[in-house]
């Protein structure tokens, strides 16, 4: 299969493309290396498949340059993992989120169209739900209120790829991610970010009084279920959750690193923050039955191996 990885240099994206590699796949990537966090870790993310997938330094913005990397590349399948991604920073400048991830989506599935590329994988988020009291979240709930920009362009993205499948007969199928962790993980999230100021001796900000619960997926589950999607041949377009279908408090989350890592977190509390939501939670059973999605790594088995991998990379 011969397929193209938008947002192939960034954290999800570097490890589905390299396993692609792996599998036997053609392989091309496209990614814009912008300054979000440092682009040097995006470039080493691809220094470990970039010899055997083709790398294009472009913006998804940019319509006709997808057009042409689209059409020229002769592709069985898109997997849009391209984004601005973050509720906070979403909130300070919410028409960069608007350009990137709604226009950037139309571009791709425009080219998608025009291309004659039958497959369309794109990156959705559980931050789809907004604060939807019923728990776990389904996939057919009604999504009447999102409370960031993120929140709104991901959505928006959803109802783009079913326009594109109703009216053109594109495959698309949306996957909402549960807030993906492991080697690789961006900088600024949250497991990153403790476990650093935690190994340092520095404060780490809690924001609320950590009762707040999220539904932590270590990212080689996430490959297992995106893989499903290269062969799935149900709905012509379809969404799935892909998480662990358990929660986490976020002071269990601190708790998990301090003992990975041997050492206390100095605690600055913080008030909650808007637009952040207060628990996710992923029903799963759909996303078993149809893809054989069948995450196994808990929290207490990630953190630890999350700890490893920073202690390698950073001496």
Known sequence: MKILVTGGAGFIGSHFAGRCVKAGHGVEVVDDFNDFYDPAIKRANVAAFQKDA???????????????????????????????AGVRPSIKD???????????????????????????????????????????????????????????????????????????GLRTINLRFFTVYGPRQ???LAIHSFTRAISEGRPIQQFGDGSTRRDYTYVDDIMQGMEACLGYEGQLCDVFNLGENQTTTLSELISTIEAALGKKAVIERK???????????????????????SPHTKIAEGIPKFVEWFRAVNG
């Open 94 to 168: 919410p028409r960069l989120y608007v350009e990137t991830n709604v226009l950037g989506t139309l571009n791709l599935l425009e080219a998608a169209r025009q291309g004659n590329v039958p497959r369309f994988i794109c990156a959705s988020s559980s931050s789809v739900y907004g604060v939807l009291k019923t728990l776990p979240f389904r996939e057919d709930l009604a999504l009447t209120q999102t409370i960031s920009p993120y929140a709104a362009t991901k959505l928006a993205g959803e109802q783009l790829c079913s326009n594109f499948s109703h009216l053109y």
């Open 186 to 188: 961006r900088p600024d």
């Open 54 to 84: 083709r790398v294009h330094e472009a913006d998804i913005r940019d319509g006709d340059a997808m057009l042409r990397l689209v059409q020229g590349g002769r592709f069985d399948c898109i997997v849009h993992l391209a984004a601005r």
């Open 271 to 293: 008030p909650d923050q808007p637009g952040d939501v207060p628990v996710t939670c992923a029903d799963i059973t759909k996303a078993r039955s149809f893809l054989g999605y």
